[in-house]
């Protein structure tokens, strides 16, 4: 896959950003939903934590699939 543009890798940025507007209780314990994966822009890529909710795994793959629509995650577990 190309390199983004900077612009869209700001608007997904942005956009993972406002996740972490919502705890999320995993296993009791509050985290912030950038607690439970990694996104990386170079090449684009998600890494999940293997405790991440899937409705929050969800939630990040369409945010990623809004900006690169043809990305495909080999990551999820």
Known sequence: MEQLPLSTI???YADLFELDNH????HG????ASQCYHFGS???HLLFNT???QDLKQKVTAIIKKY???YESGSQK
């Open 23 to 26: 705890a999320l209780d995993i």
């Open 51 to 53: 405790n991440c909710p």
């Open 10 to 12: 700001n608007s997904i």
């Open 68 to 70: 690169i629509p043809d």
């Open 42 to 44: 170079n090449p684009p």
């Open 29 to 32: 314990e509050q985290l912030k």
